[in-house]
């Protein structure tokens, strides 16, 4: 996962990036419920929706 980082940080900003980043654990969690009959929880949930709410706020730009 660090050199797949490392990768992404050379071929475009450390913004993008970090973005990036920040969804691993949402990706990983997407995955583990196929492969593995993960069932995620109330908690997971939330955290997941925080974690997209929170890009998409960064997304965004300054205000004006």
């Known amino acids: 996962a660090y ?3 490392m990768w992404a940080v050379r071929r475009s900003s ?3 990036a ?3 980043t ?3 654990p949402l990706l990983t969690a997407a995955l583990a419920m196929p492969l ?3 069932i995620p929880t ?3 949930i939330i955290g997941g929706v925080l974690i ?3 890009l998409v706020w960064a ?3 300054p205000s004006t």
């Open 3 to 5: 050199s797949l980082s």
């Open 59 to 61: 997304s965004r730009g």
């Open 18 to 20: 970090a973005g990036y």
């Open 52 to 54: 997209l709410g929170g």
């Open 36 to 38: 593995l009959g993960e």
């Open 22 to 24: 920040t969804l691993q």
């Open 14 to 16: 450390p913004t993008l």
């Open 42 to 44: 109330p908690a997971q």
